[in-house]
């Protein structure tokens, strides 16, 4: 067990629930986008346990164009983890990096992932989470699969064949034993050129004695990761958050960034609180993302498009990351 504990630092998408028996929460979150753009879902695999050893696991179901979600729960027992890759299994529905089988009732099918984009990683810095990964009392934790990927295979939706052929994907994950009190979230692989995608979450984390406010953006182009987060030197500069738009500004030694979200419908998800889902969050596939790269020492464009089919989610108390 301990094994299977130092060895998700440095495998962020493996399993980390071994040995928990209470709060406890890990999910692993699926979007996917057809190729014609009309047909958009986000899977979200998980195992929520409360503070009193009440266990769970689930699969969370996000329609992106309809703004709907659904929860379907199971038995704990139903699932099952790999210790050495990612492999997890709920009931009939198998998740890995490079695939997902589902067998629930109004959906069935399977797809297959190429071109995987994980998020750079090093010894000393393992991940998205860079440093913190080795900080073993945080609330949350998060990893990044994939950036983007390219999409094969069909699912049968309430009967109707939708076939997701040359689609794109985006894979992340979460687990600790409760999500934020605020944070905005935002994410989008849809830009003007392929294989273009770009992400970006902005929290307060609380850390023992005090609380600050974390950030992680990165922007993957011409098969380059461009990061900017809390421990490589960079800053938020500016972070405005109203019901029709998020305007953030964030620069690194090397780079501003300039990102502005309008936001759009959306659709209600569990969240955890303490380990089980017990919260509410609001998150849309639907919003378009407006982002802008400089060079700061020429302040010269590098990079300026619109991200579309754009996830965002802004819950809990945002106005603790309100910078203007």
């Given at each position: 067990?301990?094994a299977?504990?130092?060895?998700?630092?440095w495998?962020?998408?493996?399993?980390?629930?071994w040995?928990?028996?209470?709060?406890?929460?890990?999910?692993?979150?699926?979007?996917?986008v057809?190729?014609?753009?009309?047909?958009?879902?986000?899977?979200?695999?998980?195992v929520?346990?409360?503070?009193?050893?009440?266990?769970?696991?689930?699969?969370?179901?996000?329609?992106?164009?309809?703004?709907?979600?659904?929860?379907?729960?199971f038995?704990f027992?139903?699932?099952?983890?790999?210790?050495?890759?990612?492999i997890i299994?709920?009931?009939?529905?198998?998740?890995?990096?490079?695939?997902?089988?589902?067998h629930?009732?109004?959906?069935?099918?399977?797809?297959?992932?190429?071109?995987?984009?994980?998020?750079?990683?090093?010894?000393?810095?393992p991940?998205?989470?860079?440093?913190?990964?080795?900080?073993?009392?945080?609330?949350?934790?998060?990893?990044?699969?994939s950036m983007?990927?390219?999409?094969t295979?069909?699912?049968?939706?309430?009967?109707?064949?939708?076939?997701?052929?040359?689609g794109?994907?985006y894979?992340?994950?979460?687990?600790?034993?409760?999500?934020?009190?605020?944070y905005v979230?935002i994410?989008?692989?849809?830009?003007?050129?392929?294989?273009?995608?770009?992400?970006?979450?902005?929290?307060?984390?609380?850390l023992?004695?005090?609380?600050?406010?974390?950030?992680?953006?990165?922007?993957?182009?011409?098969?380059?990761?461009?990061?900017?987060?809390t421990?490589?030197?960079?800053?938020?500069?500016?972070?405005?958050?109203?019901?029709?738009?998020?305007?953030?500004?964030?620069?690194?030694?090397?780079?501003?960034?300039k990102?502005?979200?309008?936001?759009s419908?959306?659709?209600?998800?569990?969240?955890?609180?303490?380990?089980?889902?017990?919260?509410?969050?609001?998150?849309?596939?639907?919003?378009?993302?407006?982002v802008?790269?400089y060079?700061?020492?020429?302040?010269?464009?590098l990079?300026?498009?619109?991200?579309?089919?754009?996830g965002?989610?802004?819950?809990?108390?945002?106005?603790?990351?309100?910078?203007?």
């Open positions: 067990m301990i299977q504990k130092i060895r998700g630092i495998n962020p998408e493996l399993y980390h629930g040995g928990k028996k209470k709060r406890f929460f890990e999910g692993w979150y699926y979007k996917i057809s190729k014609d753009e009309k047909s958009a879902f986000a899977f979200i695999p998980g929520a346990m409360d503070e009193h050893g009440n266990k769970q696991a689930f699969v969370q179901i996000l329609d992106g164009k309809n703004s709907t979600s659904e929860y379907i729960k038995p027992e139903s699932f099952k983890a790999s210790p050495n890759k990612h299994e709920i009931d009939k529905n198998r998740f890995t990096t490079h695939s997902i089988d589902l629930l009732q109004n959906i069935k099918g399977s797809l297959k992932f190429q071109n995987v984009t994980p998020w750079s990683s090093s010894f000393f810095s991940g998205i989470m860079g440093p913190f990964s080795f900080v073993p009392f945080m609330e949350c934790y998060h990893g990044i699969l983007d990927h390219s999409i295979g069909e699912l049968f939706i309430k009967g109707k064949k939708v076939d997701f052929r040359g794109r994907g894979t992340e994950k979460d687990w600790g034993h409760s999500f934020p009190i605020g979230w994410q989008s692989n849809h830009f003007g050129e392929p294989k273009i995608s770009f992400k970006c979450s902005i929290a307060k984390i609380p023992k004695m005090f609380s600050f406010n974390g950030f992680i953006a990165g922007l993957w182009i011409k098969n380059k990761l461009i990061e900017f987060t421990y490589n030197f960079s800053k938020v500069k500016k972070c405005k958050i109203n019901d029709k738009q998020v305007d953030i500004k964030i620069e690194n030694p090397k780079h501003i960034l990102i502005l979200v309008y936001r419908k959306t659709a209600t998800l569990a969240a955890p609180i303490q380990g089980f889902m017990d919260a509410k969050i609001d998150e849309s596939m639907t919003s378009k993302i407006e802008k790269l060079n700061k020492k020429t302040n010269k464009v990079f300026e498009d619109i991200g579309k089919n754009a965002c989610e802004v819950a809990g108390n945002y106005s603790v990351l309100q910078k203007n």
